[in-house]
């Protein structure tokens, strides 16, 4: 008797940001993502087993400011906005198994889960942190990436989206600790595809590490919008 071991596979879009209605590119991606899980069944016998994950990320300042100026609390905003996406995605028959939302129970614990865990491993400490930083994006950027225009603003080079100084205590993740692993798994695997993308990560990693640490949660006096988490006073916003 000859037992056939079923083929499975993890497929993934980025979880879209909900601070406006979903685009052409939007489903443009999802699109792609559901040709490669379609290609996969038709490919493979017995059929394999597909995880087709897609969704939407629902916290930060941004999407407290675009709920404020629609008059909604946030989560109102973020119910109306993701539920455009997934009609949109079942309009267009793509065929995800999983749909996350970042303001599901389910996701909240698990990254209150992590935080815990990154703790007991001391690999994120409160520190002080200052820097430009783009709401937009939602991250803090370097010098080097941002200019003053005409009238004075300071902005991001590639976008032109507004950035601004932030002063504040926040969580900080000891990525420096990994730089050189991660550095040398990119290196070593190419593990990106196509071939050409592993030498822009690369790039990106130094940039990473021109910056330090990462700041991974913003207080809560500045940031209501976010997973709280326990014992202290700042969010997060995964």
Same mark, same amino acid.
């Given at each position: 008797? #000859? ?37 996969? !069944? ?7 087993? !597909? ?16 709920? #404020? ?35 599901? +129970? ?52 590639? #976008? ?34 196509? !071939? ?13 590490? +021109? ?28």
């Amino acid at each position: 008797m #000859t037992i056939s071991r079923v083929a499975s596979y993890f497929i993934s879009t980025p979880i879209y940001y909900v601070n406006s209605k979903p685009h052409i590119g939007h489903l443009y991606s999802s699109l792609l993502a559901d040709t490669i899980a379609r290609w996969q !069944i038709v490919k493979h016998r017995p059929a394999p087993k !597909i995880i087709f994950s897609t969704g939407t990320d629902e916290h930060g300042l941004k999407i407290e400011r675009a709920a #404020t100026a629609t008059q909604l609390t946030p989560l109102e905003f973020c119910n109306q906005v993701s539920k455009t996406f997934r009609t949109m995605f079942d309009q267009s028959s793509i065929q995800y198994t999983d749909y996350i939302r970042t303001t599901d +129970k389910k996701h909240c614990q698990a990254v209150q889960h992590v935080w815990q865990e990154l703790l007991k491993r001391n690999l994120i400490y409160k520190g002080s942190y200052q820097g430009w930083y783009s709401v937009q994006d939602e991250c803090f950027v370097s010098e080097d990436e941002i200019i003053k225009d005409q009238t004075g603003q300071t902005k991001l080079k590639e #976008t032109d989206r507004p950035v601004e100084w932030t002063e504040e205590k926040n969580y900080m993740f000891k990525l420096s600790l990994f730089h050189e692993r991660i550095e040398q798994w990119i290196t070593d695997k190419k593990p990106l595809f196509p !071939i050409k993308y592993n030498k822009l990560a690369l790039l990106q990693l130094n940039e990473l590490q +021109k910056q330090g640490d990462i700041s991974i949660s913003r207080e809560a006096k500045r940031l209501s919008w976010g997973i709280q988490v326990r014992n202290i006073f700042h969010q997060l916003y995964n």
